[in-house]
């Protein structure tokens, strides 16, 4: 990762003559904005903490996650949450150590992966510490054990996914696991947030492929996972499993691998959003299930059309599947009104489906704001939460004086529901991260209104802890403060992340 851009720079995608068109037609995207060079804050004094590093490059590289906010800020010229220095363990014992310090010197601690957060997740408060430190887990990627009778792997929580995947592909299996993040983001990461990957309808999500885990927390280490499934009282996991760094810190993941396969994938055309979101549920509830199942709206349809990066389906929606042959959907989509487009369209989505995030360093760069959020909800309330937010996005902003485009996809479904993920695009506002604010308050407002959960997959962080409150109660509140208390009693992980007071 670079800094506040994503991924290689050889990667970077450049727009074309007809998309900044379309932005300046469309949208009244005027230009570039001019960017400064971030300026660190003066550092604090830290302890001397397990490979720590105080360096300028270290600090700024670790300053701030991957939100539209995030890298707006920083193109500002502002790091305000900058670390004092960056710790680097290379083993659980040494991450016990860095939180034994931090307790004794009231130092915050913020545990950084792939550094891929959407929500704010690496914004610690400062108020009441006398520093911070990111606690960088990239020296902890080792696979350490593999289980072929069991099917479970057992791996350090800073190894990236490409690096898990490579060592398990070697030996034949796959994790199956693939977000937008991928090349990036870590398996602690993973863990910590409830990823969910672009695969999940034939392999789950991340946190139903870990069945054991390791973490460093400032009571001591805590060791969960000796069974797939037990009936010995709640199943700890879960506290630690999108905990996102504020209870504790995952150093070893045991997770469930499956055989390696290759999936081919087709496109299918629909009349309607409307159309295809029956056509899914069925698959989803009657099956056959494929691995990978996505509908675009027809929003987002029209606008991967127009700019190369989907097919054309008539003026519909494209849906995306990916099945192995035994498990072909042909039929069922065929019958809910599906007209297939062969294999083409799902080529196209396979070899891009990692650019989106280099998209959006373009988008920013021709002066346009591109954000994305997304929720889930039950099947009967789908079109309701779909509609509500997509309105508030465009009412919003439309009342800013810069009318978006809101695209959206179903990509992740399940026999009850379905996850809606949204991807905004609008000219830039004198302020654009007081604009992008407004446009995320209306829309976590109309999640929150429609019944549905403030995050599928990003996690809560900063940006979603009033809706997160509100979402579990004044009771879960109170229930996730008595286990910060237990887990972290210094308090010193990860304030201001996730926990809602």
Known sequence: MT?????????????????????????GVTGPRPAAEPVLPEPAPLPDFPGLDVSAAARLRHAAGMSTEDLLTARGG?????????????????????????????????????????????????????????????????????????????????????????????EGFTLGHFPQSFQYATLGGFAATRSSGQASAGYGRFDQMVVGLRAATGAGTLDLGRAPQSAAGPDLRQLMLGSEGAFGVLTELTVRIRPQCELSYAGWAFPSFEAGMRAVRALAQDGPLPAVLRLSDEAETAINAATGSGAEAGGGCLAIV??????????????????????????????????APYLRDALLDAGALAETLETATFWDRLPETYAAVRDALVGTLGAGGTPPIVMCHISHVYETGASLYFTVVAAQAEDPVAQWRAAKVAAGEAIVASGATISHHHGVGRDHRPWYAEEIGPVGVAVLQAVKRAMDPHDVLNPGILLPW
């Open 78 to 170: 502002a790091v305000p949450d900058a670390p004092d220095g960056v710790a680097r363990p290379s083993s659980h014992e040494d991450v016990l150590e860095v939180l034994r310090l931090a307790a004794e010197h009231r130092i915050a601690v913020v545990p950084q992966g792939g550094r891929t957060s959407v929500v704010g997740g690496l914004r610690a408060v400062r108020d009441g510490y006398a520093g911070v430190v990111a606690l960088d887990l990239s020296g902890l990627d080792k696979l350490l054990r593999l289980d072929r009778t069991s099917r479970t792997a057992t791996f350090e929580a800073g190894i990236r996914g490409p690096r898990a995947e490579e060592l398990l592909n070697a």
């Open 322 to 355: 990916g099945h192995l042959e035994e498990a072909h959907p042909a039929e069922q989509l065929k019958a809910y009104g599906g007209e297939p487009l062969g294999a083409e369209p799902g080529r196209v989505w396979a070899a891009g489906r990692f650019r």
């Open 3 to 27: 800094t506040f851009r994503w991924g290689d720079p050889a990667d970077a995608v450049t727009l074309s003559l007809s998309v900044r068109d379309l932005l300046s037609s469309a949208l």
